[in-house]
């Protein structure tokens, strides 16, 4: 179970912290991020972060937007910097995990809440 918090309202140029935390079974995570959805578009990449640490970013948030993690809390964490008014969008976390708590090892993809990111001139 995966809760995201943080969205909100920004003017252009503004800050905003997205987290979101896992919960739940025992389970490893390979890997964490953020994909965010306009009204009748696609759902589209934004960042993504390994257990490792490693990261990867989609063109349009390059430079702007930090992704981190907190292992320990199976937390990760979007810092979204210099926003602009294409960033406004309903903003989803995701997490890929192994299932070892049953009789195999199951890998599982689970979704957070939607939270809405708005950015205004």
């Known amino acids: 179970q995966l809760q995201a918090s943080g969205g909100g309202l920004a003017q252009t140029g503004g800050s905003l912290r997205l987290s979101c935390a896992a919960s739940?079974?025992?389970?490893?995570?390979?890997?964490m991020g953020w994909y965010r959805q306009a009204q009748g578009n696609e759902r589209e990449l934004v960042a993504t972060i390994t257990s490792g640490g490693s990261t990867n970013y989609a063109d349009p948030v390059k430079g702007r937007f930090t992704i981190s993690g907190d292992n320990a809390r199976n937390t990760v964490f979007l810092q979204m910097n210099s926003l602009k008014l294409e960033d406004t969008d309903v903003y989803y976390c995701y997490a890929n995990y192994w299932d070892y708590t049953g009789p195999t090892v199951v890998a599982g993809k689970t979704w957070g809440q939607g939270t809405l990111v708005t950015v205004s001139s």
């Open positions: 739940g079974r025992a389970v490893r995570i390979s890997d």
